[in-house]
Nanobody, 129 residues
Framework: DVQLQASGGGLVQAGESLRLSCVTS????????VGWFRQAPGKEREGVSC????????AYADSVKGRFTISSDYHKKTVFLQMNSLEPEDTAVYYC??????????????????????WGQGTQVTVSS
């Protein structure tokens, strides 16, 4: 079973930082990418960042480039999202999920939520102004 658990959210002030963790099990990073997504109330789910060991993909949404950094500890089967210079607009529930790397893909395919299934519980990030 593919399982992922996101944690590390919280309430911070604008300009502060948070580090989210995604502990995974049940799949190989050789075959799967891991993506971070977020969903704010009344808005669609948005791809934030993703990482793929298969082809070295690191992708970011334009809204977080330069502020967020995705990384991984494959030995510990954990993916991280370092979020700096947080803004009130970053307030959302953050999810991590895994997707099988498709044969035909664009450079930012793993930011598209349609590749992912079985969304689990996320972690709430709230940024106050």
């Amino acid at each position: 079973d593919v399982q992922l658990q996101a944690s590390g959210g919280g309430l911070v002030q604008a300009g502060e930082s948070l580090r989210l963790s995604c502990v995974t099990s049940g799949f190989s990073f050789d075959d799967y990418a891991v993506g971070w997504f977020r969903q704010a109330p009344g808005k669609e789910r948005e791809g934030v960042s993703c990482i793929s060991k298969y082809d070295g993909t690191l992708a970011y949404a334009d809204s977080v480039k330069g502020r967020f950094t995705i990384s991984s500890d494959y030995h510990k089967k954990t993916v991280f999202l370092q979020m700096n210079s947080l803004e009130p607009e970053d307030t959302a529930v953050y999810y991590c999920e895994a997707a099988l790397v498709p044969i035909y893909r664009t450079s930012s395919w793993c930011l598209d939520s349609r590749w992912y299934d079985d969304w689990g519980q996320g972690t709430q990030v709230t940024v106050s102004s």
